[in-house]
């Protein structure tokens, strides 16, 4: 590779090597304001190195040869795109997905969406998305693995193994995958996409940035930057962060693209005009430009004036030079424009199977109160919502290589597994908002969304939706968020159900019919209401392509729920940020969750999440025995291995999440009250049990210290076996000095 690289570096001018970083957006697909035009003349004078945002694998086979064929050196181009949960074959949004905890089923389904990116031309996606995120008010927590920081990191591992393959990009379906958004784009300040991040290095050292560490780790050939600042400086020029602590310090190899726009952007971050944004971008190690232009615009003067080196540019060629040849690019440009593979490996039988299995995994079960759930198939069932024939809004966010029109809706679904059993009636019912002042408050404003049609309820819809409730035995609501309300630029204030959508739910629950809740979501909301007067609820997300099947498949039982929370649920938006690892206050509230004066409380509600992280039912009930340690007492060499028995008690086969978590009770600086450091998913047949075994070593205990070293530090500890991250049973050990 180094000769070949050599060789043609060698061949290029610096126009042409700038060229090389520059990624441009070609297709008309929006993921933001992104400047590019005239891309087949630019291709021509080799000064496109990627293009992003087209998919089509004859499309595509058209630009590469225009690369391949029509340039100077011929260099093909990277083809880029968020293939961010599955491609045609839609899974739930990562933020579901992270509910399964099934970390096999969460790498096949970066494998699949590899396959199916591939088969279409794509060698690039811009995913995982590994931003810790603790604030439900930021919309694209949709797009990440929650709040937890272990659990975010296999995760992180799980989806680059996934996209990029066992033996990376030996075969035609592994793709290039790109950890973002480097780094702590998930912590804005009140939770306004874009906003300023602040925080010390030991949070972010010991809360933030290991899942990025873990995908680097796992090989992740490339990096995107954040749009937001890093201790002021915008993260895209940021060298301490892209250079020091990526490069130097955690050995990365691959290349940093910039997130769209972001090297302009650092002008109104107020960072100078164009030129002094390049040279502070190319100067901290942003080798690529995606979509502001201002590399191609502005380095061969900088480097004239002696503001860049040219071993600056020459690196990052490299890198991205590099990408191509690991990809197999230079030996054959199309590689992945194989026409003959979309017909034979896009929205496959095997892909669906699979996708409506981990959309079912997904779902968190949150009450059942009386076991109204399952369903059985008898009776007349009444589904009401807006959803139930609108198969372009179960996708979830970043789904636009969906093909809405494959799918089928949920209503369709229902029909069909019910058959000639049970009767399904319908009603819409409602909008997704209010036509009047919720409307215009929540500003329902997309001025590039191709078809927004957010049409809200009217008063004869409602008025249906509780006629056929009233004939049924049994009501089921589909209701939630309208999928452009969670990803990108979706910041909400308020994090309760849209009013049309409450004051039908009030309606329906007044026909004294029983009542199930299916709330489609694309982050955690607040749900105190409807916990308290609602009594079956399952949450949804986005489940993707296979929701209708998926969603049958837990209503009528013959999936039993398993997902489990990524993520804290608030009581109220007052207690965001919200997280189950907090550090201990000097004044705690030991008065359960009532007010104590002069402790860390409110005044006028708890402190504690409406639902904890890894909470969620099943339709069987599991029962854990006291817990065993193999000793009470480890060297940093040594192990302790837990047992704990897990039984079935219920009725029904079933799957159980167990969860580890430790506290460091005494510490050179404060430890958090738990973290996560292990977790088992288990199959039980009902009547079942199993030991569920977990070692505990040195390397759980380690955390970075004042001097951001990473070390444990001998003393005790509890360690904390449950079903969630607030029913666990607690023991104790030592960690003997050294
Ligand atoms: C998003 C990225 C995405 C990029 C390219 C940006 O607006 O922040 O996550 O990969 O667009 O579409």
């Known amino acids: 590779m180094d000769d070949f690289i050599d060789g043609l570096m060698s061949k290029m001018t610096l126009h042409e090597k700038i060229g090389q970083l520059n990624l441009c957006g070609a297709g008309d697909i929006y993921t933001g304001p992104i400047a590019s035009s005239d891309i087949a003349s ?19 086979r058209k630009i590469q040869d225009i690369a391949v064929k029509d340039s100077r050196l011929g260099i093909p181009l990277l083809v880029g795109l968020d293939v961010i949960h599955g491609y045609v074959t839609v899974f739930p949004i990562p933020l579901g997905i992270s509910c399964s905890w099934d970390m096999p089923a969460i790498e096949q389904s970066a494998r699949i969406a590899a396959i199916e990116a591939s088969a279409d031309g794509i060698c690039w996606t811009f995913s995982p998305m590994v931003d810790i995120c603790r604030d439900a008010r930021w919309g694209r927590m949709s797009e990440g693995s929650g709040e937890d920081i272990y659990l975010g990191s296999r995760i992180a591992e799980a989806m680059v193994r996934g996209y990029q393959g066992e033996k990376p990009f030996k075969n035609r379906d592994n793709i290039l995958a790109c950890v973002k958004h480097f780094a702590l784009y998930g912590a804005p300040d009140a939770g306004r996409d874009y906003n300023t991040v602040d925080m010390s290095r030991l949070r972010m050292f010991n809360e933030y940035l290991p899942p990025y560490k873990a995908a680097v780790d796992a090989g992740a050939a490339t990096a995107m930057s954040a749009f937001n600042v890093v201790d002021g400086i915008p993260a895209t020029g940021n060298k301490w962060l892209l250079t020091d602590l990526l490069r130097d310090q955690w050995g990365f190899d691959g290349f940093v693209v910039s997130d769209a726009s972001s090297i302009s952007e650092m002008s109104a971050h107020g960072m100078g005009d164009r030129q002094d944004v390049a040279v502070l971008a190319a100067n901290a190690g942003l080798d690529m430009d995606l979509g502001s232009e201002c590399y191609m615009g502005t380095l061969e003067k900088s480097v004239a004036e002696g503001l860049v080196p040219v071993t600056q540019i020459d690196n990052a060629c490299r890198r991205i030079l590099e990408a191509k040849y690991k990809l197999g690019l230079f030996k054959d440009p199309y590689k992945y424009c194989d026409t003959s593979r979309p017909s034979k490996e896009i929205y496959t039988k095997e892909h669906r199977d699979f996708a409506r299995s981990l959309a079912a995994k997904s779902m968190v079960l949150m009450k059942n109160e ?138 329906l629950l007044a026909t004294g019919k029983p009542v199930v809740l299916v709330y489609f979501i694309g982050r955690p909301v607040v749900l105190d209401w409807e916990s308290e007067n609602v009594p079956a ?33 608030p009581r109220n938006v007052g207690q965001i940020p919200l997280h189950y690892d ?157």
Not at 541 to 557: K, N, R, T, V
Not at 635 to 643: A, Q, R
């Open 582 to 738: 907090e550090l201990p206050t000097g004044r705690p509230n030991n008065n359960g969750d009532r007010f104590a004066k002069f402790t860390s409380s409110y005044i006028d509600g708890p402190n504690s999440p409406l639902y904890p992280f890894g909470y969620g039912l099943s339709y069987t009930t599991f029962e854990y025995s006291p817990m065993r340690l193999s000793s009470d007492r480890m060297t940093e060499d040594g192990k302790i291995t837990l047992t704990v028995n897990v039984r079935n008690t219920g009725e029904r086969d079933g799957d159980e999440i167990v969860q580890l978590y430790i506290r460091d009770l005494v510490g050179s600086i404060s430890r958090p009250l738990k973290q996560l450091k292990g977790f088992e998913r288990i199959h039980l047949k009902k009547g079942d049990a199993k030991d569920v075994k977990f070692t505990i070593d040195a390397d759980m205990l380690k955390f970075y210290n004042s001097a951001l070293e990473y070390v444990c530090e001998p003393g005790d500890f509890e360690v904390m076996v449950g079903p969630n991250s607030a029913q666990t049973e607690k023991r104790m050990f030592t960690l003997l000095p050294q």
């Open 370 to 507: 009386g076991n109204i759930l399952p369903l059985k198939k008898e009776g007349k069932i009444a589904l009401v919502g807006p959803i139930l024939t609108d198969t372009k809004e179960i996708q979830g966010t970043w789904s636009f290589p969906g093909q809405p029109e494959r799918y089928t809706t949920i209503l369709d679904a229902f029909k069909n597994a019910a058959g000639d059993k049970a009767e399904i009636l319908y009603a819409r019912g409602c909008g997704f908002a209010d036509g009047g002042n919720d409307w215009q408050k929540r500003n329902y404003v997309y001025d590039k969304g191709p078809d927004f049609k957010l049409r809200p309820g009217t008063e004869a819809e409602s008025d249906e939706a509780v006629r056929i409730a009233s004939e049924a035995d049994v009501v089921v609501a589909f209701f939630g968020e309208h999928e452009m309300e969670s990803g990108e630029s979706s910041s909400r204030t308020e994090l309760s159900m849209a009013p049309a959508q409450r004051e039908l739910l009030k309606r």
């Open 42 to 60: 630019r291709l021509r004078k080799g000064e496109v190195g990627g293009i992003l945002n087209l998919k089509d694998v004859e499309a595509v």
């Open 537 to 569: 609820i399952l949450n949804a997300w986005f489940p993707g392509s296979e929701a209708g099947d998926a969603l049958a498949d837990i209503i009528f039982g013959d999936v039993n729920p398993s997902g489990k929370l990524t993520t804290s649920f």
